[in-house]
């Protein structure tokens, strides 16, 4: 458990650098306003979380378009889909307002 959450944690971190230095204005509101930092830790974790994969298992016969089926106890690879920039920026902040309060965390729930 000591290393439980090492790379999800950094990874995050670098998706926040990267998404920092494509967007400086925002970058240097949270600069000017470091109260709104729970605000971007939640939008980096929406905008581009830090799994970059997910392994699965199904329980029961998924259908997934195309005539193709996934039969029961397959191991599946999925690739979480980025999301993309809110009409505010890549925080949802703008450049001058820093948007709503955090919400509860909810990009590393349900493991």
Do not use: K, W
Request: with cysteine.
């Amino acid at each position: 458990m000591f290393l439980s959450g090492n790379d999800t944690t950094a990874c995050l971190l670098a998706n926040g650098l990267v998404a920092l230095s494509a967007a400086p204005e925002q970058a240097d509101l949270l600069r000017r306003r470091p109260d709104v930092m729970p605000s971007a830790v939640e939008e980096i974790l929406r905008y581009d979380g830090p799994a970059c994969i997910v392994l699965r298992a199904t329980y029961a016969p998924v259908a997934i378009g195309g005539g193709v089926t996934i039969p029961a106890g397959e191991l599946v690879l999925l690739r979480p889909r980025r999301g993309e920039p809110g009409p505010a920026g890549v925080f949802g902040t703008g450049s001058a307002d820093p948007g709503p309060p955090a919400q509860p965390a909810s990009g590393l729930r349900h493991g």
